[in-house]
């Protein structure tokens, strides 16, 4: 290949580069802890004790996938980032409710990625959280299948090492779910036609999730909103679908608290508190239970499709 070649494409590289958007992270590191830890906590006696004993592990790995896209590794290459940062989010909005349950019944993400290019989307910019929080549930699933037939202990200390890594991982991507901006195209900021004048400043993002949450939320906050007892789910599927659907359904409220008392450090009001401490809240009791439901049905063998 000629010099002149070479460096044309390196020039092409470096643009292309500068051209990609700043991705965004769900809930800041001190939100994402708060999640992991109130899940392991709020977890059942019959899980094996490994799992319980390991709470704060699973807590310092619930931010884990936002530390891929550090900036370092980025600029010598967007592989990674580019690759993975389509895992943490979905813009439901832009699929009507027909479409949307077609994409939700796609047995893959490939085939939903299919179904969205056929509406018209690039599957990269819709985003595949859905997918993202079913595999890694399915992993962690079969690590657990793994570990109750290991052939001895040392197997199953390097299962253990297996399951503890893949549900931390899962439990970032929940917790991603539960915050209404991973659910919209309306993530840092109203875009678009915007009749009841909801903010549009591009810091709204972080000024939520991380700021606030940051100076605010603690331990006791979040498990304090975790009113429900721990459940297995009949169809994992349904109940992931259920739940993003359920965090999208808080955007407006979310954008009319911020346009009335923006989320600031300083901000006080307890309407802002109490928001942000029922997503973190939601994000934990799904995590706990997508945890629970993949433990009790690694025991099961799954019925033939």
Known sequence: MSRFRISSLLAAAGAALLCVPVTLNAWGDHGHRLVGLTAAKALPEDMPAFFRDAAEQLSYLNPEPDRWKSRDESRRDMALNGGTSPDHFMDLDFLNAQQLAGAFAAPDRHAFADSVRAAGYAPATMGFLPFTILEYAQKLRNDFRLWRIAPDSTVRRWIENRIIEDAGVLGHFVADGSNPHHTSKHYNGWVGDNPKGYPTDNRFHSRFESQFVQAH?????????????????????????????????????????????????????????????????????????????????????????
């Open 217 to 305: 939320i603690k331990e006791a906050d979040v498990r304090s909103a975790m009113t429900h007892a721990p459940q297995v789910f009949p169809d994992l599927r349904v109940a992931v679908v259920a739940f993003l659907m359920a965090s999208n359904a808080q955007l407006e409220p979310l954008y009319a608290l911020d346009k009335a008392t923006p989320f600031r450090p300083e901000t006080v009001t307890p309407e802002q508190k109490a928001f942000a401490v029922a997503r973190l809240g939601a994000g934990a009791e799904m995590l706990r239970d997508i945890w629970y439901t993949a433990w009790v049905t690694s025991a099961v063998s799954p019925t033939p499709r």
